[in-house]
């Protein structure tokens, strides 16, 4: 029976109206314009930048998922979110680079300097994917809410549905950000402060270690392969995929863009071994639940109720965080990518028209995800096989920064990346090398593109093009456009 009184339930309910209030702060003003919508007008400041590129990533996987493994397998489990910090600390060398092109979506991008048809290509699976991450975000919200407090998993599934839906429609970018912010700094406050106390409260580190089984002290008991492989991913994640680039091209200045994406990383790099800790927690004290659950657990049976209430809200809410970041980056891309060219271009098209347009799209891609999730349709393969094409994208993007990279060897590359990645992830189902673990299909997929690209280029295979024209008619292009609205507005 659900007791409204309750100091936890109270907590999280406080925590999702805190939730939808700065959504409505952040989002003010999003309706003015398509790109104060998808890209906040282009004006994130380094704290909000930092914070929503670090939440987008740090709910489902890095808190419950490291959770979760770490109860399972150890504390090498940690090395899911190191490697992800370590790629993103990387990627930095990127980021400025695209950062300095004109666009609002990787697909727009691609298709700029590989053509109409790989931005078809690109934008097709794109959608595909984010929608896909969309449906098994939204699943996970409602499980969390519904095992800790008892409301029915209908009612929560619901409810968060309503609010993330709400978030992203109403304000873009704008609103995702700011929720996202709110999000992670409790969770990063909260987990350096709690888990800790939640370790003393157990014994200390010695206890913990002296009571779950043999190996699960091990750093690297995942493997090198592995964990080289998580690193690989990522790069592929942060260097190509809408939902990263999106908080990227919505940066202030190019300097918010490098050192809030460094500084997301460095958090994240350490953030994995407190969630891990959660996990080894709930194994060391012998708790009797289902593996997902050691999170959860951890907080409720070794913290106050209201911090542990806290805690439990902000994981939800970075979960939502990821659900909204892939919602409006599914939304962006199809109206940017293929409603837009189905129209004949942006001349015509009013930034009203596209802000409506939007909000129809994320209205129906979230009641698409939400059916999907709701009916227990299996996605795994669909959400699998839209990561992965998204990843291969970022053979593309790597491809740029060689002068003889030719205009049409990009599709024939992107073809071949995503036949690797169907072949590595549902025929050979990412053999184990070396004995060391699996390889990410992500990665021999994006090394197969890119190595076509290259070699179609390198045999002279279409022409070359040149960088500062691509950027120089992104400009021209969009600025046109824009008076060319304005002429239309006048009249």
């Known amino acids: 029976m659900v007791s409204l009184t309750d100091p936890l339930i109270l907590t999280m309910a406080g925590y999702a109206v805190a939730t939808l209030l700065i959504a409505w702060w952040g989002g003010r003003g999003a309706g003015s314009g398509y790109?104060?919508?998808?890209?906040?007008?282009?004006?994130?400041?380094?704290?909000?930048?930092?914070?929503?590129?670090?939440?987008?990533?740090?709910?489902?996987?890095?808190?419950m998922g490291i959770a979760q493994q770490a109860f399972t397998d150890g504390?090498?489990?940690?090395?899911?979110?190191?490697?992800?910090?370590?790629?993103?600390?990387?990627?930095?060398?990127?980021?400025?680079?695209?950062?300095?092109?004109?666009?609002?979506?990787?697909?727009?991008?691609?298709?700029?300097?590989?053509?109409?048809?790989?931005?078809?290509?690109?934008?097709?699976?794109?959608?595909?994917?984010q929608v896909a991450l969309t449906t098994g975000q939204t699943i996970g919200m409602a499980s969390i809410i519904a095992t800790v407090t008892d409301i029915p998993l209908s009612v929560a599934f619901w409810a968060s549905v309503v609010v993330f839906i709400a978030i992203t429609l109403y304000g873009g970018m704008g609103s995702v950000a700011w929720a996202d912010t709110l999000h992670g700094v409790l969770i990063i406050v909260g987990m350096f402060v709690a888990i800790p106390v939640a370790v003393l409260?157990?014994?200390?580190?010695?206890?913990?270690?002296?009571?779950?089984?043999?190996?699960?002290?091990?750093?690297?008991?995942?493997?090198?392969?592995?964990?080289?492989?998580?690193?690989?991913?990522?790069?592929?994640?942060?260097?190509a995929q809408q939902q990263m680039l999106q908080r990227t091209w919505s940066a202030r200045s190019k300097r918010v863009a490098m050192f809030g994406t460094f500084l997301a990383g460095v958090v994240i790099t350490g953030y994995g071994v407190?969630?891990?800790?959660?996990?080894?927690?709930?194994?060391?004290?012998?708790?009797?639940?289902?593996s997902s659950m050691a999170f959860a657990w951890t907080l409720t049976n070794t913290l106050p109720p209201v911090v542990a209430g806290l805690l439990l809200a902000a994981a939800v809410g970075s979960v939502m965080s990821g659900a909204d970041s892939f919602l409006l980056a599914g939304a962006t891309t199809f109206v940017n990518d293929l409603y837009i060219p189905l129209r004949g271009g942006r001349a015509g098209l009013s930034d009203a028209h596209l802000v409506a347009v939007t909000r129809a799209t994320i209205l129906a891609f979230g009641l698409t995800a939400a059916v999907i999730a709701f009916s227990g349709i299996e996605i795994i393969t669909i959400n699998t096989l839209g990561m992965g094409i998204m990843s291969v994208l970022f053979a593309g993007i790597l491809s740029m920064l060689w002068d003889g990279t030719t205009r049409e060897a990009g599709l024939p590359g992107f073809v071949v990346g995503g036949v690797v990645f169907v072949v590595w992830a549902f025929v050979l189902g990412e053999p184990a090398l070396f004995g060391e673990g699996p390889l990410e299909s992500a990665v021999p997929a994006t090394a197969a593109a890119l190595v076509t690209i290259l070699g179609l280029s390198a045999l002279g295979y279409g022409e070359t093009f040149d960088l500062g024209t691509v950027r120089d008619r992104a400009r021209a292009d969009k600025e046109a456009a824009r008076e060319q609205r304005v002429s239309y507005s006048n009249d």
Not at 37 to 47: C, E, K, S, V
Not at 92 to 112: A, K, M, N, Q, W
Not at 234 to 239: E, F, P
């Open 75 to 129: 504390v090498s489990a940690q090395w899911y979110a190191m490697a992800q910090g370590l790629a993103w600390m990387t990627i930095t060398v990127l980021i400025g680079f695209l950062y300095s092109f004109d666009v609002v979506s990787v697909p727009e991008l691609l298709g700029r300097v590989f053509g109409d048809y790989t931005k078809y290509f690109a934008a097709i699976f794109t959608v595909v994917g």
């Open 201 to 239: 409260n157990v014994g200390g580190v010695d206890a913990i270690a002296a009571n779950v089984p043999a190996g699960h002290t091990n750093w690297f008991g995942v493997g090198l392969v592995q964990i080289g492989s998580w690193y690989l991913m990522y790069l592929t994640v942060a260097g």
């Open 274 to 290: 407190l969630t891990a800790a959660a996990g080894m927690i709930a194994n060391a004290q012998g708790a009797q639940i289902e």
């Open 35 to 63: 790109l104060e919508f998808t890209l906040a007008g282009r004006n994130l400041g380094l704290p909000v930048y930092m914070m929503t590129y670090f939440a987008t990533f740090a709910g489902g996987g890095l808190t």
